[in-house]
Structures are given as structure tokens and as C-alpha cells.
């Protein structure tokens, strides 16, 4: 368990079991309680609690003397009521990605804001903002470079250390940002030399490229996010609904995860 991100023991527990069932690791039964409580390293307590959130999601079945099983066909719930949809699974995604990938901070500056990023952060011209380069890998390796624009007064309090061992977003939850929505863009683009390099690529590889301009409750922007990711490492899922009948031609998309391999 991660003791520095701010989320019950439970719930990282959940989210690690809850991915597992997604990717069908499960499909023999989940382990005994006392060998999670030995993977995880926590209370039995805990272990029992996250299991209970699994069930009443209705993603397994426990009975006793029978061990836990997955059940077929079984989807995440919803997001809890008055919680954003799309950033509640965004948050959590980035959470579980974070007990699974390690981060390298190449650079953590506090600078004038070039006018792009000022543009997209709403801040006045030269305004200084903390911008952040990592590489994010796994054990096969880079998995994506990703670079940060954060109003300088909302980074008072994280650098180059904290954004070593957690999310982004949980660090600024941590500073007092209450997150409301995201705006992302998905498009591909070459990698350039340096890139290439940091990515264990050939230049002029396809990235995919990951614009994400994230607000607050009161829709003020407060982090721009430049993402490049390797595709053969990198997956992007999201489900489309029709809304209206059938001649409508309008689509809703709601995003499942963006996982790495």
C-alpha cells in the first residue's frame, strides 16, 4: 500500500482487486482473505471492507466455506451520487495506475508562463507556473512523458519529490483544489529525438498524444496536461450510447479506463 495517498487502505485495496477482476485474473476465484492480507499488508479488517465494496458492486460472490468468485458478466457501478462521472473514474484510474508504474522526474521548474499555457490556465500574461517533465515505466519499461502546467500559487506546497511518489491530482487535492471536470483530447503525433530517447523508441515513432485541461469546482482551470504515450503500451477504452431514437445521431461517451500494458 501506498502509506503517502490520501485514500482509506480499503479503498487502495479495492481498486488493485477491482482492476484484477476487469483484466479476468480472477477467473479460478480470488484469493483467502489471509493471503490478501499478506499481499497487501494490512488489517484483515481492511481486506473484509474493500471485499464488501466488491460485493455490493456487485462484482463478486462470497459465500462461506466456498471461497470468492467473480461474477460473469459483471460491470463497475456508477459513480456515488453528486460525484463527477468522468473525473471520479479518472481519478481512480490514475490512482490504481499509480500502484502499478513508477515515475521519474526529469525536470520541476517554477517559471513564467509561456503564452500558450497562459492562455489555456486563464492567467495573465508571464504569470509564473510549475511546470513538471516525467516518465512514467513498469517493469517492461517508459510507458509515457508527460508534461505539467500548474498555477505556481496552487504548487506551493509539492515538487520534484512529491511528484515522484504520487498522482498529480492527488497532490493537488492535497493542497486544497476541489477537482470538478476534465477536457481531453486524443491525437497522435512523431517522437521527436529527445522523446524517442526517454521512450525507448526510434524517432518518428506514432505517440499517442494526450491533451487534458483540468478544472475546478468553480471551473477554474488548474492543472494542462501534455501527455505522449507508446500505443503498443498504452489503451484508451470508452463506451458510446445513441441518445434519441433511431434516427439520432448523437453519441454520449462515457470513458471505462486508459490502462497500460
Not at 194 to 202: D, E, R, S, T
Request: hydrophobic share 45%; charged share 25%.
Amino acid at each position: 500500500m501506498a502509506p503517502v495517498m490520501p485514500l482509506p487502505k480499503y479503498h487502495q485495496v479495492y481498486l488493485v482487486l477491482r482492476e484484477h477482476l476487469a483484466e479476468g485474473r480472477f477467473r479460478d476465484g480470488l484469493p483467502a482473505e489471509l493471503r490478501l492480507v499478506q499481499q497487501f499488508g494490512v488489517a484483515r479488517a481492511t481486506v473484509r471492507k474493500a471485499l464488501e465494496r466488491l460485493q455490493a458492486e456487485g462484482l463478486i460472490d462470497r459465500k462461506p466455506g466456498r471461497g470468492t468468485t467473480p461474477r460473469r458478466n459483471a460491470a463497475p457501478a456508477d459513480p456515488a451520487p453528486g460525484q463527477p462521472a468522468r473525473l471520479a473514474g479518472l481519478l481512480e484510474n490514475i490512482v490504481s495506475m499509480g500502484l502499478r508504474t513508477q515515475v521519474k522526474v526529469l525536470t520541476c521548474d517554477v517559471l513564467s508562463a509561456p503564452d500558450a499555457v497562459a492562455r489555456q490556465l486563464a492567467l495573465p500574461a508571464r504569470a509564473r507556473v510549475q511546470k513538471a517533465v516525467r516518465v512514467r515505466s513498469n517493469h517492461e519499461g517508459p510507458l509515457s512523458h508527460i508534461t505539467t502546467w500548474v498555477p505556481a500559487e496552487l504548487a506551493r506546497r509539492f515538487g520534484r519529490r512529491e511528484l515522484a511518489r504520487e498522482p498529480i491530482l492527488l497532490l493537488l487535492e492535497g493542497a486544497g483544489v476541489r477537482i470538478g471536470r476534465a477536457a481531453q483530447s486524443i491525437s497522435a503525433c512523431p517522437a521527436d529525438a529527445k522523446v524517442a530517447a526517454q521512450l525507448g523508441v526510434k524517432r518518428g515513432t506514432a505517440l499517442l498524444a494526450v491533451d487534458r485541461l483540468v478544472y475546478d469546482i468553480d471551473e477554474r482551470p488548474v492543472q494542462w496536461l501534455q501527455g505522449l504515450y507508446r500505443p503498443d503500451r498504452y489503451q484508451y477504452e470508452m463506451q458510446l450510447s445513441r441518445v434519441g431514437g433511431l434516427a439520432a445521431k448523437v453519441w454520449v461517451s462515457t470513458e471505462l479506463s486508459a490502462q497500460f500494458h
